[in-house]
């Protein structure tokens, strides 16, 4: 189905950095960050994307997309998925040629987004404050080509972490991220857990905030 270029979304910012996390760590990325999210998790650092923004239509979105001159593109927020225009968004850069990811919480279903595009997936761990938002049919939807991530704060976090490691069989449905909360949990003790337990994850730092501490805008 096409996309409607004409479909409306608020946009907290659009600009070109560095992936800081996933597989395409590292990569030059242009990232879209959309407005509002329904979820207020306990160590979230984009709480300024819950609102503002600028009314945008998907047509001047992949305008200013295309003027930074970058074939990776992450839709991020918030959570994009709130905002239904957000799947006309996704589908347009996929048709665009971009390689495309989407970074959502896993509160909502994600079963109606472009196939092309990959997939960043959240389970919210307790100390988070909204593991009970998680919406666990999303597993039946990811493939290999999509990622799941669980961002821990604590020994107890962790120890839930590796309980749904184990019991979904996570590591069988696309590959899985272990992420430390900057500030929360030492990366090095985390690191340590994960060689200890010969777990199946990637062990992944915020390569943003090694780089540029916690500014926005990158």
Same mark, same amino acid.
Request: contains cysteine; glycine residues 8%.
């Given at each position: 189905? *096409? %996309?409607? /270029?004409? *479909?409306?979304?608020? +946009? ?30 306990? =160590?979230?650092?984009? #709480? ?6 600028? +009314?945008?239509?998907? #047509?001047?979105? /992949?305008?200013?997309?295309?003027? &930074? ?22 589908? #347009?850069?996929?048709? %665009? ?25 959240? +389970? ?6 909204? *593991?009970?938002?998680?919406? =666990?049919?999303? &597993?039946?939807?990811?493939? #290999?080509?999509?990622? /799941?991530?669980?961002? /821990? ?11 749904? &490691? ?6 069988? +449905? ?13 990366? %090095?003790?985390?690191?340590? =857990? ?17 780089? =540029? ?6």
């Amino acid at each position: 189905m *096409a %996309a409607n /270029l004409s *479909a409306k979304l608020r +946009i907290t910012e659009i600009f070109h950095s560095i992936q800081g996390e996933s597989s395409r760590v590292g990569l030059p990325t242009v990232f879209v960050r959309l407005t509002g999210c329904p979820l207020r998790c306990d =160590w979230c650092d984009t #709480a300024y994307a819950f609102s503002g923004g600028e +009314i945008t239509q998907v #047509a001047e979105i /992949l305008e200013r997309v295309r003027g &930074l001159d970058c074939a990776t593109v992450c839709v991020t927020g918030g959570e994009p998925l709130a905002q239904p225009g957000c799947l006309d968004l996704l589908t #347009a850069l996929c048709d %665009a040629g971009y390689s495309v990811s989407l970074e959502t919480s896993g509160a909502l279903d994600i079963g109606e987004v472009d196939p092309r595009v990959s997939r960043i997936m959240d +389970i919210k761990a307790p100390d988070s404050g909204e *593991a009970e938002r998680n919406f =666990w049919a999303n &597993l039946e939807r990811l493939n #290999a080509r999509d990622e /799941l991530k669980l961002v /821990l704060s604590s020994s107890a976090d962790y120890d839930w972490a590796v309980a749904q &490691l184990r019991e979904r069989r996570l590591e069988r +449905i696309c590959p899985v991220l272990f992420s430390p909360v900057q500030g929360r949990l030492d990366p %090095a003790q985390l690191a340590e =857990w994960v060689l200890r337990d010969r777990l199946p994850v990637r062990f992944q730092l915020q390569l943003h905030k090694v780089l =540029w501490g916690n500014s926005q805008g990158r």
